[in-house]
């Protein structure tokens, strides 16, 4: 199992960038880092995923570097509504890979 | 179309009662999996399904117990409920043997008391 940690809690503004970094040590060669957002009251979603370098889509940017042994999440010009807790997962390929989510970073955005 | 289903949204219970919680997704998947998030957010692999096969079985008490009748489906039964199990209960589906991007249902909202 590949461990995760991140930050347990951070504060924001609207319209500010915001960087939330997931620690991953021991990942093995053949995982990747997914990123997932949670609202209250809702399952989590995806958001991003890489395997090295940055990866950008609509919603956010993931940075990782050359030793991937951390990575992380930008979330650039924050809204309100983008208050929810951050998962980061070190994901595999495989029925038989336990996928571990940990606790999660909770962003609160303030006006 | 909802891609992942749970039913009940909410369950309040007496200790000691037997529970089931079912879920359905259909995306094609072959892989679903039960997770149990506690109030801090934990959120903890419980069971994962491939194909109607248990593929991992965390430590988890036997009084809980999965059963997939087909692929789209994976429940949760619950026997003599206690007070610890009360949290809620996500179901999620991924394809290709897993390891794909994982799409959770609402969860379910258990409360013993």
């Known amino acids: 199992l590949a461990k995760t940690t991140q930050p347990i809690s951070m504060d924001s503004y609207e319209g500010q960038e915001v960087n939330i970094t997931c620690s991953h040590n021991n990942i093995a060669t053949n995982d990747y880092i997914t990123w997932y957002q949670q609202f209250p009251s809702q399952g989590p979603r995806f958001i991003i995923q890489g395997y090295k370098t940055k990866v950008t889509n609509e919603v956010a940017s993931l940075f990782i570097p050359a030793d991937r042994k951390s990575s992380t999440l930008s979330l650039p010009r924050v809204s309100l509504s983008d208050t929810a807790v951050y998962y980061c997962?070190?994901?595999?390929?495989?029925?038989?890979?336990?996928?571990?989510f940990g606790r999660g970073t909770s962003l609160i955005v303030h006006p | 179309d909802t891609a992942v289903s749970q039913t009940p949204k909410y369950l309040v219970t007496q200790m000691g009662n037997d529970k089931s919680i079912k879920c359905e997704q259909n995306l094609g998947h072959d892989t679903m999996y039960w997770y149990k998030q506690d109030s801090k957010k934990f959120l903890k692999i419980m069971f994962s399904?491939?194909?109607?096969?248990?593929?991992i079985n965390e430590t988890v008490p036997n009084r809980f117990s999965p059963k997939s009748p087909d692929k789209a489906h994976l429940n949760l039964h619950i026997n003599s409920l206690e007070l610890g199990d009360s949290a809620v209960y996500f179901c999620?589906?991924?394809?290709?043997?897993?390891?794909?991007?994982?799409?959770f249902g609402p969860g379910t909202r258990l409360l013993v008391l």
């Open positions: 997962l070190v994901d595999r390929s495989g029925g038989s890979y336990i996928p571990t």
């Open positions: 999620a589906s991924t394809g290709r043997d897993g390891g794909e991007t994982q799409y």
């Open positions: 399904y491939n194909n109607k096969e248990l593929i």
